[in-house]
């Protein structure tokens, strides 16, 4: 194969997504702006319509932001000051702060050594007395181990609160015998959440986020919460939040929903072209469990001496990134827990060499070949 000698290779590229659809976007946000309709304007309804017919609930609500969405479901499934709930300790760190805005505990369980989401065989250590619900974790694109998930909490009675923010569009294959149902993620537990900024596969112009259920009175609990417990103008049922998703962030929302599965499919074919090129390296691949599709959300390998590999990486003008770097136990933030290093290994080990390569569907192939073959000569070299 020819070797590139140089080419420039961003991490993320929105523009790219913005420059595809420019005039479509500027004309329903000048039709936002003709209406006026700001707060919970007729696209918000639009969105909400299309995007829990687009995952197979029922209902849908729109939100400020994905860390909105677990928190405002936490509380509306009553979650509060006393209670725990069980987290992976390798996520995003707001996985874990809608817990803690609760007033309720994050309790944290270690992730599994291939997919990076939480390990389901080491959950029901973890459940106490206390426990209400899981946030299963669908990391970097690819969905949890739901079967099994789902079988504990009705073992325990617990609820699921599915955090979908990395997972727009990803399958969860449930398997009986031959037969195979396909769910889409956030469309499994009680409730799913997800995160609409800028740099998802569904991402807006802002922040943004939704949940969707199929259960009514956890939605009209919702949908009081994210608007000050408002049940008329000046009526207020409960103490709620101001937490809508603006009119002109659905409006965008609506416009790029429409290629979601077409840049998922993309996201998939750039995949491919790493796995293909990487395949007898000493990169670890992700992997692809059998009960998910994956959405490649985030493209993560692991390398030996990883910081020294995206030093070099970074030399050759290819962006890369960490998810994550410290695991959620070992934040200053959550040192009130208590919990020491050692506590969960394999999400202190997976931290010290997963590094994630350029990924959005506009990447070209000769750009995947360049981060590849540049890969490869780091790890040779440092
Ligand atoms: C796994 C996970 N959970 C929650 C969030 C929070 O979403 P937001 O940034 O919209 O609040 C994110 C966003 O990065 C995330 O990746």
Not at 37 to 42: A, M, Q
Not at 114 to 119: A, E, L
């Given at each position: 194969m020819e070797k590139l000698k140089y080419l420039k290779v961003n991490f993320l590229d929105v523009q790219q997504h913005l420059n595809k659809i420019f005039f479509s976007i500027k004309k329903v946000l000048l039709e936002v702006f003709k209406r006026?309709?700001?707060?919970?304007?007729?696209d918000v309804f639009e969105f909400e319509r299309c995007f829990s017919r687009y995952c197979g609930y029922s209902f849908a609500v729109g939100l400020n932001s994905g860390t909105d969405a677990l928190f405002l479901s936490l509380k509306a499934l009553d979650i509060g000051e006393g209670d725990e709930v069980i987290v992976p300790v390798?996520?995003?760190i707001a996985t874990a702060n809608a817990v803690s805005y609760t007033g309720a505990r994050p309790v944290f369980v270690d992730i599994d050594e291939?997919?990076?989401?939480?390990?389901s065989e080491k959950i029901e250590k973890a459940i106490t007395k206390k426990t209400k619900a899981i946030i299963p974790v669908h990391l970097f694109g690819q969905c949890a181990n739901m079967s099994v998930i789902m079988k504990i909490a009705k073992k325990y009675r617990l609820h699921v609160i599915e955090d979908a923010c990395q997972a727009h569009g990803a399958q969860y294959y449930f398997r009986n015998g031959r037969k195979i149902k396909t769910v889409k993620a956030g469309a499994i537990g009680d409730v799913g959440c997800f995160s609409f900024y800028p740099t998802k596969n569904l991402g807006g112009f802002g922040d943004g986020g939704m949940a969707v259920t199929n259960k009514r009175t956890l939605y009209r609990r919702l949908l009081q919460l994210r608007d000050c417990g408002r049940i008329s103008r000046y009526k207020h049922a409960i103490i709620g939040y101001n937490s809508r998703l603006d009119t002109l962030q659905a409006a965008g929302l609506l416009v790029k929903l429409n290629y979601l599965d077409e840049w998922n499919r993309r996201r998939k074919q750039i995949a491919s072209w790493y796995f293909d090129l990487l395949k007898d390296s000493k990169v670890i691949l992700p992997c692809c469990a059998d009960y998910s599709s994956h959405v490649y959300h985030i493209f993560a390998v692991r390398v030996p001496k990883r910081d020294k590999v995206a030093e070099f990486l970074s030399s050759c003008q290819i962006g890369t990134a960490i998810h994550y770097p410290i695991p959620l136990h070992l934040q200053p933030a959550y040192k009130f827990l208590g919990y020491k290093k050692g506590d969960f290994p394999v999400a202190e080990k997976i931290s010290q060499s997963i590094l994630s390569l350029p990924m959005h569907p506009f990447l070209t192939k000769k750009q995947v070949i360049f981060v590849a073959q540049k890969l490869k000569e780091a790890i040779d070299k440092v």
């Open positions: 006026n309709d700001f707060i919970l304007g007729e390798f996520t995003f291939k997919t990076y989401t939480i390990d």
